[in-house]
Each structure stands twice: as structure tokens, then as C-alpha cells.
């Protein structure tokens, strides 16, 4: 079978071109450390998590899942975790009152849905997952300066989809300490 | 200068009328859902709502479902069965099998665009706004679900019915090397076979039984991929036949022929094996899916794109030989020797130019975690209206242009539409998808009726151009895109009408390679051995995590039903 010498030449660099990107991938994960939403999350019951919104159950009976608050929970250091449900067509925190983290902290977010899929973007950053209902979306965010970012439903969740919003605020540690919640 | 004596359709008459009714489906699914196109893309942008915003989810599923689904599967129908007879130099049976599969897509089709409509029409007591992608667990009328699996059957048996045609060649043809169009219709069909057992298992043993109420509740992670264990490959179902035309027609209608028969099968075979085992690629950002299995796929998508660099390569040399043949000269001159005036040539090389910009948008979705930034964003549509919607939908108005001729015996009619068309959907592909692109790097989502949030600061920030002017070049590139299905269609509703002519001026003789088969290595052939292998491949990518997620129980953590 004969090959043309130039399409040797191509096919070398067409090869050369994907081990480039693999590479740029692996260093994404290893240097900067982006990781991939994954299983660790873990899941839930999806009738549950649906009981206890509605005040029928107590979101202690809810497996790996805990009472969504507006305000982030610390853990320790500048660790903080924060749990949000995802609903047609609310964030909650989120659509009603802004889920509020500190500046300068690194925060776990737990997210669920009880009904259908969502999409929980935080628009202008890389945070941006699918929402399941009996899976749990867990990723760690850095939130380093203060500010607002929108959050939109990036995934078709029925007739209202479009008018799915949130807002995280993202506010000096001394005012988040001071604030209930 | 064919005459009537000899046209496709007169050679092979069973095949020839197969392929023209499965164009007529086509094309009508064309029609509908390029309307709809057009009505979303001014609704999301806009300039003018016909409709209340949750009927643009009704008008979203039938884009998908008509363009994506119907208008592909049966142009490809057709084309095969074309390419199958002109290479095997025989007709199709014709028989009862040959139309039963026709029949049952056409009845599926009509049975899911019926479910889809009915969500318009409160005489039709039937919705399915679940989007092409399903959605599992919003839940659709279970017609629109047998509809689908009646489209997928039927071109299950239109398989069968191209490979048995094949065997009996094979009876009278011992020792020789399969014709390469034959070749590549029984590996995209054997890649088929393979990626709609997803799909099949998750409507037959999920969807469905769920759908009618024999199952309280399903896991929609499982149902999800096992779709995407099918919705990835069925982007190379749409892609190889596009393929099948640039690797045969076009070198042809360049002028000249094709540069390498053996490298057009060696990335026939790298499709069949690579396209499945690729799936979780779509599912990045979902949970429940361990990092491993994503870089896994991860991994066998950039080497997917091998074959389709070898296809780059492959079609320019063919094209520049063709060019040098009609006098072409210089490094770049010889593009100008080019048949430019010539639709058929213009819509095939301006679908793959695009494609080329297609494809590098979907290294970056590709990119893991790059992906973080697209995913769900308006750059994925931009992306794949440049694939499926240009490299394969306006290949295939281009094959037309040549080959309905032949499928008639007329002379393409409104010739200046014919000419104009693949530049004007160039042009409104270009304006819509570059500013798609934009629109997703700034983060404004995709399956949406009103991305008009009250976002701090009052709208999504700014990157390359302004949000007014994305939206408006969207906008633009869809009215222009409208026009150009209308002049397409125009083109072929002409044509067909017309009466037969005595000269057709294009015919189905495609000139031998310039390095041919037979000095290739036989094993090439061996579909059944490329098929195992790809088998394998797919056991590896799949098996444990599939397991995994079946061995939690089948039906859960399950999800009730929730209608749109």
C-alpha cells in the first residue's frame, strides 16, 4: 500500500496535534487542578429530598444531603460548604435569596434536584454542572475577590426554563461573619 | 452526455424509486424543520415572537427530531441505497423487505412528528417536549417514543437490506475487493448496528414501559447514557455518508478522481472503531460518572480526530489533482480552475470548508475540562449547525443537485437558485455560527426561549462584539439559512415536477482512484474482524461503568415522571 510522502508528514502532525491536546488536559488537571464532577457526591433519594422542600420530612432523614441555607456553612480554615437545590424553576438559595459565600474561601457546592435535570451555571466563570435527580453534584470552587455572579439554568427543565435564575454573592469575610443566616 | 437510456433510474429502478421516496421524506422533514429553525432563531433573539415562549420548546424538539433525526436518517437511506446499487452494479430486491423499511420510518415519523405538534394543537391529545435528547425524567406521549423506535428499526432492516444485496454480489464476485462505496455504507452501518443498541435499550427496557405506566420510576442517569452512548456515534451516522460523497462524488465533479482508495477504508474503519466508546464526552459535567472513564473517552475523541484529518488531507489533494486536470496551476491559483459555477462542487467544498471551523470548535468541547466553559452554552449549537447542519445538510442539497437528475431522468430545473444556494448558506451559516461561538463564550446557554435574564449589570458581559450584535448576526444567518432551504427546495420540487428530458448532463460513473485497492492490505475488508474489535472497544469503555450504575439497581435512584 503506498502512502504519499506528504501524507506521512500530515498524519505525523495530525498525531503530534492530539498528544498536544491530551497534554494540555492533563496539565490542566495536574498544574491549575481542575477536577471533574464525578461520583464522590454520591446519591439520594430523589422522593426525599422533594418530601423535606415541602416540610414533610426532615432534611436529617435525606441521605448525603443537607437543608440548603443561604448562607455558605464553614468547615474549617477557609473551607466552607454550601447546599442548593435546583427545582422547577428556582436556585434555592439562590432565585428567592442569593446564596452568600465570604471572599477568599474555598467552597464545596452539593447539589441536588427533585424534580427534573438542571443546569447550574454560574455565568462568566467555569462553574457550570448538570443537576440530577438521586445524584449529587459536588464541586469545590475558589471565590477570591468579592462580587455578584448570576447563576442561570442551562438545561432545559421544562415550559419555564427561561426564567430559572439565581444570584451567589460573594462578600468581604467581616460582613458575611456579621450577617444571620 | 447520459442519456435517458442509461440513467440510474433506468439501469436500477427498484433502488432508483426507493431512494427518490425516501428524498420526498427527507425533504419534507426539511421543510418543517427548517421553518421552525427560523421561527427560533428569531424568538431567542428577539426580533419577533410568533409564539408564547413555552411552545419554543415544542418548535425545539421538532427542529431536532425533524432535521436531526428524520431528514438525516432518510437522505442517508437513500443515498445508500444509491451507492450500493451504482457500485455493486445491481438493483435492489425490492421486494417486501426492501419496503417494509420505508414504510416503518415513515409511519415512525410521522407517529413522533404527530406527538410533537400535538403539544400545538389541543385537538391532538399528545405532547413530547422532551427535546431529541429525551430528558428523562420529563416524559413525552409513549407514541412519540414508539415513533422513534420505529425510525430506528426501520433503518435497521434498511441495513439488511443493503448487506444482503451485498452477499449475493459477493456470490458471483469471489476473491474480489469490495466496491469502496459498498464498503462504506456496510461500516457506517455496522458503527449503526453498534451505537443504536444504546438508544434501543434505553426507549425499549426504560423509556417506554415508564412512559405507559409499567414502571413507576426510572434512573435517568442510566437512560442518559445510554443515550449518549448512541448520541455521539450518530453524529458520524450523519458525517460518513457526507463523507461517502466527498471521498467519491466529489473528486469526480473536481475534474479528476480520488487521490487513495486504502486510506479512504483504513478511516471508514478508524470511524467504526473509534465513534462509540466516546459517549461520556457529552456528559463531563454530569455526576455520578468517575474522572476515569471521562479521560477515557476523552482520550479515544482526540483520536477520532485522526480520521478526520486524513480526510482533510485526502479531499484537498483530490480536489487540487482535479483542479491541475482542468488546467489549474501555482500553490493556490488552481483553486480559481475549479468548477465554482457548478452546485453540486460548490455546496460539497464550501460544506467542508465550514466543517474544517467545525471541527476545531469541537476540540474544545473535546477538552475536558475546557468543557467546563461551553458546556450547555450557545458555542454548542454553533458547533454542530456547522457539522450536522453544513458539513452533512448541505453535502447532501449538493449530492442532490447531481443526483436527482439521475434518480428522474430531468435536468435540474431553476438553475440560477440551484448556483446561488450553497453561498447563501455559507453566508447565514457563517454570520450565525460565528456569533453562537461568541454568544457561548460569554456564557449565554442554548435551549432557551428568552436568554434575557435580569443579570447583575443587566446582561451577560461583553466579550467579542456586543450582545445586540450577536443576537442580530444570529438573526440574520437564520433568515438567510431559511432562504436557503426555500431555494433548495424550490430547486428539487421543480425538478421533480418537470417533465423527463431527453439529456441530463450528469451521470453516476465514478473514475477509479489514483492509488486503487488492489494493491492494499485485504484484511482492510474484514468487516467482521473491524466489527469485533470495535465490540471490545466498547466493553472496555462501558462495561464497568455501565455496571456500575445497574449494579446500584436498574430502576433507581429512581425518578417519577414530571410532564413538561
Redesign the interface.
Known sequence: ????R??KI??AA??L??VG??S??VY??VGPG??????D?G?????DVSAALADELDWSQVENFEAPTPKAQHVSGDKYEAYVVTK?FAFQPGTGQPLRVPAGSTVTLYVTSP???H?F?M??T?????????????ITVEFDEPG???M????????????M?G?VEVVPQSQFDSTEG | MATNETTFADQFPKSARLTRLSFGVAFTALAIGGLFGLIQALHRTDIYRVLP??D??TL?TGHGVLLALVFTTFFIAGLFSWGISNSLDRDLPGDWISWSWWIMMTVGTVMAALAIIGALIPQIPMQA?V?FTF?V??KGHPVFYIGVVLLLVGSWVAGYDWFRTFWSWRKDNRGERIPLQTFMVLITMLMWYLSTMGVAAEVLIFVLPWSLGLVSQI???IT?TLFWFFGHPVVYFWLLPAYLAWYTVLPKLSGGRL??D??ARVVFVLFLLLSTPVGYHH?????????GF?FVA??NT??L??PS??TA??VV?SIEHGARQRGGKGYLSWLRSLPWDEPAFTGMALAGLLFAAGGFSG?VN?????N??V???LWVPGHFHLTVGTAAALTFMAVSYWLVPQLTGKKLRLRAFALIQPYVWFLGMTLMSNAMHRGGL??L????????????GGS??EGIGSLNEIQLQIAVGGILLFTGIVLFLAVMVATWMGRETPTIDVDSTIPPAL?GAE???RILDNYRLWFAIAVVLVVIAYGVPLW?MVA?GVF?????P?T?
Open positions: 500500500m503506498e502512502v504519499h506528504f501524507e500530515w498524519t495530525a498525531l496535534l492530539i491536546f491530551i494540555t488536559i490542566g488537571a481542575v477536577t471533574m464532577v464525578e461520583d457526591g446519591t439520594t433519594d430523589q422522593a422547577q424534580d427534573v435535570l443546569g451555571e455565568v462568566g467555569n462553574v457550570n454542572l448538570i443537576i440530577m435527580p438521586g445524584q449529587i453534584s459536588e455578584t455572579y448570576s442561570v439554568c442551562s438545561e432545559y427543565c421544562g415550559a419555564a426554563h427561561h426564567v435564575e444570584r | 415562549s413555552p419554543y420548546y425545539l417536549d427535546l430528558y425524567p420529563l434512573d435517568p442517569l442518559r487521490f487513495s486504502p486510506l456528559q463531563y459535567i454530569d455526576p455520578g460518572i468517575s474522572e471521562k476523552m482520550t482526540m483520536f480526530l485522526l484529518f486524513l488531507f485526502t489533494a476540540m473535546a477538552g475536558m475540562n475546557l467546563y466553559l458546556h450547555n452554552t460569554i456564557g446557554p442554548r435551549r432557551t426561549a428568552e436568554p434575557e435574564w435580569n443579570l447583575p451577560f458581559s492509488s494493491n492494499s492490505p456500575d446500584d433507581s435512584p429512581g425518578s417519577n414530571v413538561p
